[in-house]
């Protein structure tokens, strides 16, 4: 789960990580009444949407970037009111873009360097990781690809904890001298602990800026939360904020669904996670595109499978499905029962291309068969992702 850079920045000054001042404003008048209350001469107003990138990004009516340095209260509100209300496009959003509903108004940080600093989940590690670099503000993987000895990986065995020894190693890197490293040690352990206690998936603070008077302070922050874990965070769930969602991953949410929306035209409905991702695999290798990924599961009830078809029915971009389901645990008749019941109520808009096998297999193509809907049967995986590419694409299978 994301949330947004105010949040983010609520919850790292909360364990002691410096971040200017500021507030959050839903409207140009609040933005402005936010800025005369600030004791500075120089504001920034950032759009608030769960993507990076905003500073190079630009609105969909061209506005410009959605990081703004100005002087005044007034200038703040008339940023403010350019981008409240407004969609922001950046390279993380997609070309459609994400709606902005708030904006943050802040003291502008005098910025001496612009550092880079994360704590992310290293997954062939199993381990915390600390990743820092020198060349903040930009893209860490620009970084990675042009200048990887800029960057350093720190590894913390999540039983011990960060280390001193580790906080100095990464402050030195980060090129404080070594008499000024109580300040970089303090926030890397401040940013750990946050990074433990609220089962984040990612902490990442880009630019970590230290500023013309020294300090060493979080300018912008990117949270990310282990889903799996939300049950025992209530005060981070109350963060969620459904509007930067894709919709259809938030209906798929209510039905307890293992979705995630893509781009492409072909919705696919398989079981078990590592034959979903081999049908996305397929459907490229047959030239065509999926429209998400979605595993229903070992154990899904007809009800979940009526559920999920339905929400591949009511996604516009989808122009053919295909089922692919392996009964194991789940029955083939079940599946089927459950597709007849989303087709009745929800007439097919789009060819089905249905490849059944395993547990009741011939009871699940009966059911298939005696209801009258227009499947296309397949036997084969790739064949069936053929036949869905073809029928996505209209040339044949109608
Ligand atoms: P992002 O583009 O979404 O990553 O947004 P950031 O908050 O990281 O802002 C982008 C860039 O704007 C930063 O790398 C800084 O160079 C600049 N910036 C952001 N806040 C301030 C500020 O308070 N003062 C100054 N001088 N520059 C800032
Ligand atoms: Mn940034």
Sequence with gaps: MNIHEYQARDLLSSAGVAVPRGAVAKTAEEAEAIARSLPCNSFVVKAQVHAGGRGKGHFVDGYKSGVHLVKTPHQVREVAKHMI???????????????????????????????????????????????????????????????????????????????????????????????????????????????????CSQVEINPLAVTKGGDVVALDAKLNFDDNALFRHKEIQDLQDPSQEDPRDLAAAEHHLNYIGLEGNIGCMVNGAGLAMATLDLIQAAGGKPANFLDVGGGASEAMITAAFRLLQADTTVQAIFVNIFGGILKCDLLAQ?????????PPRVPIIVRLQGTNVEQGRKLLKESGLPLIPAEGLLEGAEKAVAAASGKKGM
């Design 85 to 199: 209300g407004n969609t922001l496009i950046t390279h993380q959003t997609g070309p459609e873009g994400k709606p902005v509903h708030s904006v943050l108004v802040g003291e502008s940080t005098e910025i001496a360097r612009e550092l880079y600093l994360a704590i992310v989940l290293d997954r062939s590690s199993g381990c915390p990781v600390i990743v820092a670099s020198q060349q903040g503000g930009m893209e860490i993987e620009t970084v990675a690809e042009k200048k990887p000895e800029a960057i350093l990986r720190e590894v913390i065995h999540p039983g011990l904890g960060l280390q001193p020894y580790q906080a100095r190693k990464v402050s030195i890197f980060l090129g404080f001298p070594s008499t000024g490293l109580r300040a970089p040690c303090r926030l890397l352990h401040a940013a750990y602990r946050l990074f433990i206690e609220k089962d």
């Design 338 to 346: 459950g597709m007849i019941a989303a087709c009745r109520s929800n």
